[in-house]
T-cell receptor, first 110, second 112 residues
Framework: AQRVTQPEKLLSVFKGAPVELKCNYSYSGSPELFWYVQYSRQRLQLLLRHISRESIKGFTADLNKGETSFHLKKPFAQEEDSAMYYCALSAGGGGNKLTFGTGTQLKVEL | EAGVVQSPRYKIIEKKQPVAFWCNPISGHNTLYWYLQNLGQGPELLIRYENEEAVDDSQLPKDRFSAERLKGVDSTLKIQPAELGDSAVYLC??????????FGPGTRLTVL
């Protein structure tokens, strides 16, 4: 069985401070990991996926297979980063379902 | 590009009544997903279609839930009869060949 854990329901940081949203997973195979974001009154959208190794909106995430983690990081938080962030796992193979964590609400304060 | 379209956006019904949700995926996307999102939780897959075939419906409560995607394009998810515990957001997503999943805005169901 696959499982995704996001230990923080809410993370509050000041503008300009570093951000780290934690994500741990449990899966016996080789997973694909994703971060999805939902801004207020908008639909869920992909932020980044580990196989792309991209930096999107200043966010990065590195897959650590030893620690089974995929933490999302940004060096300097911006007010527009305030949103709900979901970590998700796919068991691999085309079209497989996503298993989501419970999400972390990021609030960036001025 | 309109993205994934879902209708209705909101639905309020009394328990034991039937309800249906409609989803139109992004044009050309052969894979369609229905997810259920309870308050304070992440989305959970109910059913996945490859074209018109349901390839993963293991999480769909088949005693009251049904879904169809007759022509391999749009899809309908039905609940009959609805229960109080079905109050949630129902999300539809689509992807092309198993690539990135794009989500619709969801239908928020309230069962009274």
């Amino acid at each position: 069985a696959q499982r995704v854990t996001q230990p923080e329901k809410l993370l509050s940081v000041f503008k300009g401070a570093p951000v780290e949203l934690k994500c741990n997973y449990s899966y016996s195979g080789s997973p694909e990991l994703f971060w999805y974001v939902q801004y207020s009154r908008q639909r869920l959208q992909l932020l980044l996926r580990h196989i792309s190794r991209e930096s999107i909106k200043g966010f990065t995430a590195d897959l650590n297979k030893g620690e089974t983690s995929f933490h999302l990081k940004k060096p300097f938080a911006q007010e527009e980063d305030s949103a709900m962030y979901y970590c998700a796992l796919s068991a691999g193979g085309g079209g497989n379902k996503l298993t989501f964590g419970t999400g972390t609400q990021l609030k960036v304060e001025l | 590009e309109a993205g994934v379209v879902q209708s209705p956006r909101y639905k309020i019904i009394e328990k034991k009544q039937p309800v249906a949700f409609w989803c139109n995926p992004i044009s050309g996307h052969n894979t369609l997903y229905w997810y259920l999102q309870n308050l304070g939780q992440g989305p959970e897959l109910l059913i996945r279609y490859e074209n018109e075939e349901a390839v993963d419906d293991s999480q769909l409560p088949k005693d009251r839930f049904s879904a169809e995607r007759l022509k391999g394009v749009d899809s309908t998810l039905k609940i009959q009869p609805a229960e109080l515990g079905d109050s949630a957001v129902y999300l539809c997503a689509s992807s092309e060949g198993g690539d990135t999943q794009y989500f619709g805005p969801g239908t928020r169901l309230t069962v009274l």
